[in-house]
């Protein structure tokens, strides 16, 4: 032990303190990187206000909207407690069940269908997310190695152009493309011509193709639409990354994986946060026009579900239920994904 040692131990108050003065260093670097990591609070003072005044008004007809459509009407929820009925007034004059209606929709008389419900919405929209999103990023990647402008616009408006037409065309058409050759379905007459069918498949009547054909009906009308982020995320990457790596010797794979992905994973993550939140609450279009008595079991959704006991047979309270039931599996699923994405250090939401 040196004398600068001996003379800093001593300073320090003997073996009684140097432990706790330690102990307090680390726990004073811990606070203060968690300071860092928060960054300098700003505060929300009226001259910042006054600053961002346009941004705010042009925000107050979409807080308003959110109001009125989104919140004021959460009220009806009583209903899931109500067996209610509309010939006898309003919400306040119904007759109150309590929990029943939670019980018949999980554990009773519908318990297993919407069971069996639950497990075509997620399956649907799990693979549609996948899917759509592996899609986009991989035309995005594609179309950033485009160096002929023109050419690229073209492409970007043909992939773009079936985002605008409406679901019941998008169900015409896939339901034209899966018929037999003799109706124009080209799908069964292709695979018949690459020899890998024998006879044409009548997929709207097999209900194990189901989730498929709503996965690549939405990735074909989507999948322009959703490339526009993930190309405007590239656009913010440094170009000098890009000649740094042509310096280096590296090709377009390479720089593709090292610098294109990586530099647009943030918002990869932020939209996969995002979309989490809609698992349950897509995939009514699609299930609807295409779904039919041979493929229900496979192709009801809770939309479905929702609108034939809601409003085909009346029965408004079980409808709610299931509608509590997908907002409060929403907000669980974004909250955990966020919770993930802050752990494993990925940029989040909050």
Wanted: proline letters at 4%; aromatic letters at 12%; charged letters at 15%.
């Amino acid at each position: 032990m040196t004398d600068a040692t001996v003379s800093t131990y001593a300073n320090a108050g003997g073996p009684e303190t140097a432990l706790p003065l330690a102990t307090s260093s680390r726990a004073s670097k811990r606070k203060a990187r968690k300071i860092a990591a928060k960054g300098p609070k700003r505060k929300i003072t009226w001259d910042r206000v006054w600053a961002q005044r346009a941004l705010l008004v042009m925000a107050v007809p979409l807080l308003l909207y959110q109001i009125l459509f989104k919140y004021v009407p959460a009220y009806g929820w009583v209903i899931a407690f109500q067996h209610y009925r509309p010939g006898r007034g309003n919400v306040w004059n119904q007759q109150w069940v309590g929990l029943e209606n939670f019980r018949n929709l999980f554990t009773g008389v519908n318990g297993k269908q919407f069971r069996n419900v639950v497990l075509n919405t997620l399956g649907q929209s799990l693979l549609s997310l996948i899917v759509g999103t592996i899609g986009a990023i991989v035309l995005a990647l594609l179309l950033n190695e485009v160096k002929n402008f023109p050419f690229k616009r073209v492409l970007q408006n043909i992939t773009y152009m079936p985002h605008f037409l409406s679901w019941v065309i998008v169900a015409s058409l896939a339901a034209v493309a899966l018929s037999l050759p003799t109706s124009g379905g080209f799908i069964n007459q292709g695979l018949m011509n690459l020899h890998l069918i024998d006879h044409p498949i009548l997929f709207l009547t097999q209900p194990h193709y189901f989730w498929g054909i709503v996965a690549g009906t939405n990735l074909w009308k989507e999948l322009g639409w959703n490339t526009i982020l993930y190309l405007a995320a590239i656009t913010a990457i440094d170009p000098t990354l890009y000649e740094a790596a042509e310096v280096d010797g590296a090709g377009r794979y390479r720089k593709m994986f090292n610098i294109t992905l990586p530099g647009i994973r943030p918002t990869i993550v932020v939209l996969l946060i995002i979309n989490s939140g809609w698992i349950l609450s897509t995939n009514f279009e699609l299930p609807y026009f295409l779904g039919n008595g041979l493929v229900a079991q496979r192709a009801q959704t809770i939309d479905v579900f929702v609108l034939h006991y809601g409003y085909q047979l009346g029965n408004y309270s079980l409808a709610v239920v299931a509608g509590i039931f997908k907002t409060i599996v929403a907000i669980i699923l974004v909250g955990s994904a966020n919770l993930a994405a802050k752990r494993l250090n990925q940029e989040t939401l909050v």
